[in-house]
C-alpha cells in the first residue's frame, strides 16, 4: 500500500537535484524560521533532537543491520559526555580543545562499546537484551558513585560547567553576527549538529553497502550459515558495537557541549529504552525510517506541553500534567506498534517481506528470526 | 552485634522475596521462551494496591489490628495482580506468539512503561511510605537481631513456594503445565487447552509477585511507582542464575543472590579497602548476571544447553 508521502517522495526522486536543493534550504533556514515562529526553546528542541538522530542512527547500527538488541546503549551516549566533561572542564582543570576532544571522546566510547560486547558475543536475543541493559545500569551507577575516595564524576551532582564548542576562535557560547544577522549558540549548535548528524547518516548508508554491512545483514539473518559463508562472527559483532558506541559517544560529547552541565540522571534506562522505542517506531533498519522515529519522538512530548494549556481552556484546570502523559503515550505506542504494524512506520524493503510473511515457511523462518535456538 | 550473621539474617529475607519474584519470570519463560519485562511492574501494582487497601480499611474501621491489615491488603492485592497478569498476556504477548522475538520483547516493554506511569498518575511521583502497624517484636538469634517481620516474610514465602511445587507437581494443572513447557504442540495434542495453561501461568506468576510486592514494602517500608524495575530486574537474574525455566532453580537463585548481595554490600568496603562502598549494593546482581550468562548460561540447576542462551 502506498500513501500520500511514499508518492511525494516517488515524485521527488524523479528529480533528484531539485529534492537535493529544497532540503538542504528547508535545512538551512528551519532554526531561523523556528526561532522566529515558535521562539528559541523549540530551536533548542531541533538541536536536541538531532542529537537522538546521531544516537538512533548509532543504535540502528546495532540493534538494524546486525540485529543485537542494545539496552544499554545510553551508557556510550553518557561515556561521550563525561569523556568531553573531564577534558574541557573546571572539573580537572582542563580546556582541551572541542575538535580534539570530540574523536577522542567517539573513540573512548567505542572502546568501551569492544570491552562491553566481548563478554556478550555468545548471548542472542532477550538475554542479550537484559546484558546489556544491566551494562547501562552499572556505568550509570558507577558515575553516580565515582566520587569518593577519588572524585572523578563528581557523584550525582555531576559535571559543572563545561566549556562550550570554540571552533578557530569562534565561541558556540555568545551569539554571532552573520550578515546582520544575530545567531544564537542554539543556532550555532544547530548548524554544527546538522553538519555532523548528515556526516554519520552518509557513514551509516555507507556502511550499510559495504562488506561489513552485508555481513552484519548475514549475521542478523542466521548466525550459522553466515558463519559457514567465512564471517568472522566475533569480530563483526564487536565492530557493530564499537561502530554504535562511536557514534552514542560522538553525541555524547556534543550534548555535553550544548548543555554545559552533566549529572547520571540524564543518562538512565529510559534513555536508552527511548532511543529503541525511536527505531522500532520508525523502521528498523532503515535509515529514514530511523530519522523519522528519532524526530518523532523528540517533537512528540514538546508538543504535548500544549495539552496542559488544552486541558485548561477546556476544563479550567490542569488535571494531568503533561509531562507525567508523556511516557505513558510513548508505552501506548510500543505495544500498539508491535501489535498492528511490528515493522515501523518507514519499514525497510527485507523487514516489510519478513514481517509479511503468511506461508509456514517464512513464518519458521523468521520465528527463528531472533531465536535463540541456534 | 555480629556482622557475619546478621548479613545472612538479611539476605535470607531478601533472598525469599527475590525467589517469589523470580519464580514468576521462571514459569513464564519455561512455558514461552519470553523475558515478561512487565512482571517487576506487576510486584509493585501489588505493594501500591495493597498499601491503598491498608489506607482504605484504617478509614473504614478504625482500630483494626495491622496483621489484620496487612492481609486484607494482600487479599486485594493478590487477585488484583492476577486480573492484571492476566490482561497482560492477553493484550501484549498473545497475539505475537507466532511474531519475531523481539515483537513481544518491545511490547513487554511497553507495558512496562505504561504500568509504571500509570502507577505514577493515580499514587503521584513521591515515595509512599508503609504505615507502621505491623507489631515490633525483636529477638537475637545466633548473634543477629532478628524482626518479627523478618521471620514472617521468610515463613510465608516458605509457604507459598510449597504450595507452588505441590501445585505444578501434583496436580491435573500442574501436570499440564509441565506438558506445555516440555513442548506446546504436543501437549495441545495430547488435550491440553495451551491457551489456558499459559494464562495460569501468568495467573499465578502474578499472585506471587503481588505478595512479594507487599513484603517488599512492609519490609522497605516504603512504595514507590519505580520500585518494581530494579526488583524485577534482580529477580530476573536470581532466575537465571538458577537456572531459568528451572522452578527449584529459580528458589535457590533467588536465597543466593539475596546472600550475595547481603553479603556483598557488608563486606565490599573491606575487600576494597574502602575504595567502593555499600552503595554498589545494586550492581551485584548484574554482575551475577553476566558471569552466569558468559560462565554457565544454563544456570546452576538448568539442563538447557549453553547456546540457548
Redesign the interface.
Known amino acids: 500500500m502506498r500513501t500520500a508521502l511514499e508518492l511525494a517522495l516517488a515524485r521527488l526522486r524523479a528529480r533528484p537535484r531539485l529534492a537535493f536543493a529544497l532540503l538542504a534550504i528547508l535545512l538551512a533556514l528551519l532554526p531561523l524560521l523556528t526561532g522566529a515562529t515558535l521562539g528559541r526553546a523549540w530551536v533548542r528542541v531541533l538541536d536536541l533532537s538531532l542529537l537522538y538522530v546521531m544516537l538512533a542512527t548509532g543504535l540502528n547500527i546495532v540493534v538494524g543491520y546486525a540485529g543485537l538488541?542494545d539496552l544499554g546503549y545510553i551508557a556510550f551516549y553518557a561515556l561521550g559526555a563525561y569523556f568531553y566533561a573531564w577534558l574541557a572542564s573546571p572539573h580537572f582543570g582542563l580546556h582541551l580543545p572541542f575538535w580534539a576532544i570530540l574523536p577522542m571522546g567517539a573513540a573512548f566510547a567505542g572502546l568501551f562499546g569492544v570491552v562491553l560486547g566481548a563478554?556478550?558475543l555468545?548471548?542472542?536475543?532477550?538475554?542479550l537484551?537484559?546484558?546489556t541493559?544491566?551494562?547501562g545500569?552499572?556505568i550509570r551507577?558507577?558515575l553516580n558513585?565515582l566520587n569518593?575516595?577519588v572524585n572523578i564524576t563528581n557523584g550525582p551532582q555531576g559535571i559543572n560547567m563545561i566549556d562550550p564548542v570554540r571552533l578557530d576562535g569562534l565561541s558556540f557560547g555568545s551569539p554571532v553576527q552573520v550578515l546582520g544577522l544575530s545567531l544564537a549558540p542554539v543556532h550555532l549548535y544547530y548548524y554544527l549538529f546538522l553538519v555532523l548528524t548528515l556526516l554519520l547518516i552518509f557513514i551509516a548508508y555507507r556502511l550499510q553497502d559495504s562488506r561489513l554491512g552485508r555481513a552484519w545483514a548475514a549475521l542478523r539473518e542466521d548466525e550459522i550459515a553466515a558463519a559457514a559463508m567465512g564471517i568472522n562472527a566475533r569480530n563483526v559483532k564487536l565492530l557493530a558495537f564499537a561502530m554504535g558506541a562511536t557514534f552514542g559517544g560522538l553525541a555524547g560529547g556534543l550534548f555535553a557541549a550544548f548543555q554545559g552541565f552533566i549529572s547520571p540522571d540524564s543518562f538512565n534506562?529510559?534513555e536508552s529504552?527511548l532511543v529503541?522505542c525511536m527505531i522500532?517506531l520508525g523502521g528498523m533498519g532503515n535509515i529514514p525510517g530511523v530519522i523519522l522515529g528519532a524526530l518523532l519522538l523528540t517533537l512528540i512530548p514538546e508538543a504535548l506541553r500544549y495539552l496542559g494549556d488544552v486541558q485548561r481552556a477546556l476544563l479550567g484546570h490542569v488535571f494531568?500534567d503533561p509531562s507525567?502523559?508523556r511516557?505513558?503515550l510513548?508505552?501506548?505506542?510500543?505495544?500498539g506498534?508491535?501489535?498492528y504494524r511490528?515493522a515501523g512506520l518507514l519499514p525497510s524493503r527485507v523487514r516489510r517481506r519478513?514481517?509479511a510473511a503468511v506461508d509456514g515457511v517464512a513464518?519458521q523462518e523468521?520465528?527463528d528470526?531472533?531465536?535463540?535456538?541456534? | 552485634m555480629d556482622i557475619l550473621a546478621q548479613q545472612l539474617v538479611n539476605g535470607l529475607v531478601l533472598g525469599s522475596i527475590y525467589a517469589l519474584v523470580a519464580l514468576g519470570y521462571t514459569m513464564v519463560y519455561g512455558i514461552l521462551e519470553l523475558i515478561n519485562f512487565a512482571h517487576g511492574e506487576v510486584t509493585m501494582i501489588g505493594a501500591m494496591v495493597a498499601l491503598a487497601t491498608i489506607g482504605f480499611l484504617t478509614g473504614i474501621a478504625p482500630g483494626l489490628p495491622g496483621p489484620l491489615l496487612v492481609g486484607g491488603g494482600i487479599l486485594v492485592a493478590v487477585p488484583a495482580c492476577m486480573l492484571l497478569g492476566f490482561a497482560i498476556e492477553k493484550i501484549a504477548y498473545r497475539p505475537l506468539r507466532k511474531a519475531p522475538r523481539l515483537a513481544p520483547l518491545i511490547t513487554a516493554i511497553g507495558v512496562s512503561i505504561v504500568l509504571q506511569n500509570l502507577a505514577m498518575l493515580i499514587w503521584g511521583r513521591q515515595y509512599i511510605s508503609f504505615p507502621q502497624i505491623l507489631p515490633d517484636y525483636r529477638f537475637v538469634l545466633i548473634g543477629a537481631q532478628v524482626t518479627g517481620l523478618q521471620v514472617f516474610i521468610v515463613l510465608l514465602s516458605a509457604l507459598v513456594m510449597a504450595g507452588l511445587w505441590l501445585l505444578v507437581e501434583k496436580t491435573r494443572l500442574g501436570r499440564a503445565m509441565r506438558a506445555t513447557a516440555q513442548s506446546r504442540e504436543v501437549a495441545s495434542l495430547m488435550g491440553v487447552n495451551v491457551d489456558r495453561v499459559i494464562s495460569a501461568t501468568f495467573v499465578i506468576g502474578s499472585a506471587l509477585a503481588a505478595i512479594a510486592g507487599v513484603m517488599v514494602s512492609a519490609y522497605y517500608g516504603l512504595a514507590h511507582y519505580y520500585m518494581g524495575f530494579l526488583l524485577g530486574l534482580k529477580a530476573f537474574s536470581a532466575a537465571v542464575l538458577g537456572g531459568i525455566g528451572n522452578i527449584a532453580g529459580a528458589m535457590l537463585g533467588g536465597l543466593l543472590l539475596g546472600l550475595i548481595e547481603a553479603l556483598g554490600a557488608g563486606y565490599i568496603g573491606d575487600l576494597t579497602g574502602g575504595f567502593l562502598g555499600s552503595n554498589y549494593q545494586d550492581v551485584f546482581a548484574f554482575f551475577v548476571l553476566i558471569a552466569v550468562l558468559v560462565f554457565r548460561p544454563s544456570g546452576l540447576l538448568g539442563e538447557r544447553v549453553a547456546n540457548r542462551a
Not at chain 1, 122 to 127: E, F, K, P, V
Not at chain 1, 330 to 335: I, M, T
Open positions: 538488541l563478554p556478550t555468545r548471548l542472542r536475543g532477550d538475554y537484551a537484559i546484558v541493559l544491566g551494562f545500569e552499572i551507577i558507577f558513585n569518593a575516595p534506562l529510559w529504552i529503541v522500532v494531568v507525567d502523559l511516557m505513558l510513548f508505552g501506548l505506542a510500543l505495544v506498534m508491535m501489535l511490528p519478513e514481517f513464518e523468521q520465528a528470526l531472533y531465536d535463540s535456538r541456534a
